[in-house]
């Protein structure tokens, strides 16, 4: 069964940062690519950044220079490093498999910016 635990959120200034973790289990990590979301309240899910089984990775273009994807195999973990915040980027994160819509969705880890 195919599981995501997101974790490392709560609530920061603007300029801050935060480092959110996503614990993953059920597949072969290291064959996937890994992707973060966000849904920030009453607005759909967004597509925050992905990151392939290599080294390359993709952003959104209002979080890109800001955040960094990245993802330790050995631990089934990818990271989202996120800095800079700005009030924008409250919402809950989610990871995820890249194309596998029929995953179970975990339950997010709340990021709040606030002055």
């Known amino acids: 069964q195919v599981q995501f635990v997101e974790s490392g959120g709560g609530l920061v200034q603007p300029g801050g940062s935060l480092r959110l973790s996503c614990a993953a289990s059920?597949?072969?990590?290291?064959?996937?690519?890994l992707s973060w979301y966000r849904r920030a309240p009453g607005q759909a899910r967004e597509w925050v950044a992905t990151?392939?089984?290599?080294?390359?990775?993709m952003y959104a273009e209002s979080v890109k220079d800001r955040f960094i994807i990245s993802r330790d195999n050995a631990k089934n973990t990818v990271f989202l490093q996120i800095n800079s915040l700005k009030l924008e980027d409250t919402a809950v994160y989610y990871c995820?498999?890249?194309?596998?819509?029929?995953?179970?969705w975990g339950q997010g880890t709340q990021v709040t910016v606030s002055p």
């Open positions: 995820h498999r890249t194309n596998y819509p029929n995953d179970a």
């Open positions: 059920g597949f072969t990590f290291s064959n996937y690519v």
């Open positions: 990151h392939n089984v290599g080294p390359y990775t």
